[in-house]
């Protein structure tokens, strides 16, 4: 059972269930908070923060590794995200603040075949414009919202990372990300074949 206080961080992050999240930690207050979680070995809140104002779904971190320690007290750390929370209040008793949590369910099941597969070939063209490669699914990510996978690894605005979050149904998700996806992609082609203009004539991009 996840405790339902934790302590908090909020980030310009959208973080979605099973990405990893390297930090590096050098605020005080979330030195102490660090210190908590590993000797605890509990998980901590990630919710997106804009300005002063706190979205309402955010995702656990579990660290899963401490990667560098600094003489000064700064340290690096890779998280993984864990379970998707609703942020029912927030308080203020320690340096660091924490969450009052409400664990959400998680639903992975697609209801819609014909959409999934043509989400999965828009995808892997985008994929392709970003990263040069096809996307390869471990048996491990099957377990795991494939609307959550594609959106971590594409340019998404947060706003649009934060609504997808948000939704509670896989279907949902994978209609909203195609959707995204099929705005997106224009963009990206545009992007590289200005991409080889400029490396075919020796002309950078502005």
Same mark, same amino acid.
């Given at each position: 059972?996840?405790?339902?206080?934790?302590?908090?961080?909020?980030?310009?992050v959208?973080?979605?269930p099973?990405?990893?999240?390297?930090?590096?930690?050098? $605020?005080? /207050?979330?030195?102490?908070m #660090?210190?908590?979680?590993? &000797? @605890? =070995?509990?998980?901590?809140?990630? +919710?997106?923060?804009?300005?002063?104002?706190?979205?309402?779904?955010g995702?656990t971190?579990?660290?899963?590794?401490?990667?560098?320690?600094?003489?000064?007290g700064?340290?690096?750390i890779?998280? $993984?995200? /864990?379970?998707?929370?609703? #942020?029912?209040?927030?308080? &203020? @008793? =320690?340096e660091?603040?924490?969450? +009052?949590?409400?664990?959400?369910?998680?639903?992975?099941?697609?209801?819609?075949s014909?959409?999934?597969?043509?989400?999965?070939e828009?995808?892997?063209?985008?994929?392709?414009?970003?990263?040069?490669q096809?996307?390869v699914?471990?048996?491990?990510?099957?377990?795991?919202?494939?609307?959550?996978?594609?959106?971590?690894?594409?340019?998404?605005?947060?706003?649009?990372?934060?609504?997808?979050l948000?939704?509670?149904?896989?279907?949902?998700?994978?209609?909203?990300?195609?959707l995204?996806?099929?705005?997106?992609?224009?963009?990206?082609?545009?992007?590289q074949?200005l991409r080889?203009?400029a490396?075919?004539?020796?002309?950078?991009?502005?």
């Open positions: 059972m996840r405790p339902t206080r934790i302590p908090l961080f909020p980030l310009e959208v973080l979605f099973g990405m990893p999240l390297p930090l590096h930690i050098f $605020e005080p /207050r979330y030195r102490i #660090l210190a908590r979680c590993i &000797n @605890e =070995k509990i998980e901590f809140g990630i +919710i997106l923060t804009l300005g002063t104002e706190l979205s309402k779904i995702c971190a579990e660290i899963v590794e401490k990667l560098k320690e600094y003489p000064d700064r340290v690096d890779l998280c $993984e995200a /864990r379970a998707l929370f609703r #942020l029912i209040d927030v308080l &203020n @008793e =320690k660091y603040q924490e969450a +009052i949590a409400d664990y959400l369910p998680e639903d992975i099941l697609p209801q819609d014909e959409q999934e597969a043509q989400l999965i828009r995808f892997q063209i985008c994929h392709n414009l970003v990263f040069g096809p996307w699914v471990s048996s491990r990510d099957t377990e795991l919202s494939l609307a959550f996978q594609m959106a971590a690894r594409l340019p998404l605005e947060l706003e649009a990372k934060q609504n997808l948000e939704i509670p149904e896989e279907s949902a998700r994978q209609a909203f990300l195609l995204r996806i099929n705005e997106l992609l224009p963009q990206l082609a545009q992007r074949r080889k203009i490396g075919g004539n020796g002309h950078g991009l502005n």
